[in-house]
């Protein structure tokens, strides 16, 4: 069994976690990270920002990332591109 951290890059839940977490293996810890990812996207997705992103990470038991999930919000067009389209 290997001990593991999380950490999330913004949000209230920003940092990372003072408990370990423990997984039989590298496969059982990003399947509890996906999960736990399902349940916190919904709330995410409804207050990120443009251009902002939030991740989550899985720390290995030194604190060094093994896995990460991101998600950005991304403006494609520059100031005055809805004035364009328009035409």
């Not at 940092?15 to 039989?24: M, R, S």
């Not at 950005?72 to 328009?86: F, N």
């Amino acid at each position: 069994m290997s001990l593991y951290y999380f950490r999330i890059s913004t949000g209230r839940y920003s940092g990372a976690a003072d408990q370990p977490y423990e997984f039989a293996d590298r496969d059982a810890a990003w399947a509890e990270m996906t999960e736990v990812c399902a349940n916190l996207l919904g709330s995410i997705s409804r207050n990120l920002k443009p251009n902002a992103k939030w991740s989550m990470e899985l720390l290995d038991d030194d604190k060094k990332p093994v896995f990460r999930i991101s998600l950005v919000g991304e403006t494609l067009c520059r100031q005055g591109c809805d004035a364009e389209s328009a035409r």
